[in-house]
């Protein structure tokens, strides 16, 4: 098509030289100028009435070490984000359907790192969770609690993700 600039793929990295560092897909314009997207990644919360769990961040991760947190999870390439947040929650927690049940989702938000300053786009989604279910921890998660929402606010909890479940909440 006429006039209709071209991106070429300079570089595509779907393997991860380790769990810390997501694929990242970088181009270059005809102009020279390099474009990184952002990191793609993914938000579970997991609710059991008027309470979410809520796990603690191991010191074996590479990101908030020691904060509490939602499931979290980095959108592997070739991967659709609700089915990239069913592996988190089955590797991270050992729950999967009939445990399980999605329950709403939000639309992309782009965010940023003020320390950073490295761009993300979340997908974020709610699931209910069965009453007799059992949690099952990875390396990742080295406690969990079932806790009331507000408990986000607190300065041991990953400071990003409280908006964002907030709003799936409110529906």
């Not at 806790?147 to 041991?156: A, F, G, M, N, Y």
Request: charged residues 20%; positive net charge.
């Amino acid at each position: 098509m006429r006039g209709r600039r071209e991106l070429r793929c300079l570089q595509y990295q779907p393997v991860r030289s380790s769990f810390a560092t997501p694929a990242r897909v970088v181009f270059r314009l005809p102009s020279g100028v390099v474009v990184t997207l952002p990191t793609e990644i993914v938000l579970a919360v997991v609710r059991r009435g008027q309470r979410i769990c809520l796990a603690r961040r191991s010191q074996q991760v590479a990101t908030s070490r020691g904060k509490w947190s939602v499931v979290t999870g980095y959108l592997e390439p070739a991967t659709d984000p609700l089915s990239q947040a069913w592996t988190e929650l089955r590797e991270e927690l050992g729950l999967c359907s009939p445990d399980l049940r999605l329950v709403r989702s939000l639309d992309a938000v782009p965010l940023s790192s003020p320390l950073s300053g490295k761009a993300f786009v979340v997908y974020s989604f709610l699931f209910e969770c069965a009453p007799a279910a059992n949690l099952v921890l990875n390396w990742e998660n080295d406690q969990v609690e079932w806790v009331e929402p507000s408990r986000l606010t607190s300065p041991d909890c990953v400071p990003w993700q409280q908006p964002l479940v907030e709003a799936l909440l409110k529906h």
